[in-house]
């Protein structure tokens, strides 16, 4: 009886993992960690660096994937004045040869990395706090099977100092 | 339970609808109407009584262009015995664009152009690639999602070919049966 059981429970383990392993068990996440505050002058520029988390066992395209046929990941930010969006600054992937890619690496993002954009104040910019909204669009693969593209919304304030 | 009892109730509407809902295997393949890449409108019923490969993919999906030569290989292999393996492309991009990629991995099978209320009435396709093994009668006899071994595929598409249709079936009943049916002797 007590045998019976330890198969029965072994059984339901190798059931439990293969399901586990299946693609689709997990949604691919990429979350933008807390801004940090953003201060400029009028006339003014600064560095916002944004860090974003990919789930673990996910990886996503870089800004330069290998192939044009794979979709990049890009952040598009809006500003309204007196505040401009002057650069955008991509990390380098990390090139990767996964079972599927065949010997081929692929420019991937994985766990945490930083964008960073920089900002900057018309000189005639007077103080107060401004919004800066956009977003990161990417498409995520894990080691089988690729995930329709995807955006998360990117906002943080910027604030301009008073005269 | 109360949550139970509106998914069993939204499964059973999704089914009516001819929605796959849960493990596709048995059930009926939805039927549907999509544009090929040289524009020509492809039923899935266009081809019953062969056994269909039906495989979702984008050209931004890397798994995928592993299997596609695999693809290409099956079809040239099983072709004579009633296979066609039939490819939905759920890429936004150009249909030229799409065809020039397939043109590149040597694809020998039709490739249509995927929507989303085909992604739907498969269950709501969230990863690529996704493979359904279709038999003879329209039946699904396999699902596979991610990339898998060819020799899981391949043996996939060998139990979709192994079901014979109830039309070939009867028709070989038919020609079985004696044209003139022979008095039947009892033995003493």
Redesign the interface.
Known sequence: MKLLLRFACIALLLIGISMAQ???HKVPSVELAPVGKVQVKPGGSAAVPLDFRVGSEFHINSNHPHSE???PTVLKLNSGAPIAIVGVKYPAGEDVA?????GEK?SVYSGDFSIVATVKAAPTATGGTYPVEGELHF?A??R??????KSIPVKFSVMVAGK | MLASGKYLDRARKHRAAGILVGDPVGVRAPDFELTSLDGKRVKLSDFRGKAVLLNFWATWCSPCKVEMPWFVDLQKKYGSDGFVVLGIAMDDSEPSKIAEFASEMGVNYPVLLGTDKVSDDYGNVQFLPTTFYIDRDGRIVGKGTGLLARSEVEASVQKALASKSAELNRQTTLSSMPAHPQPQTSAQ
Do not use: H
Request: aromatic residues 14%; glycine residues 4%.
């Open positions: 299946e693609p689709g046929l794979l979709i996964f079972a599927f890619s065949q692929l498409q693969c894990d089988s099977a690729c995930y329709p593209p």
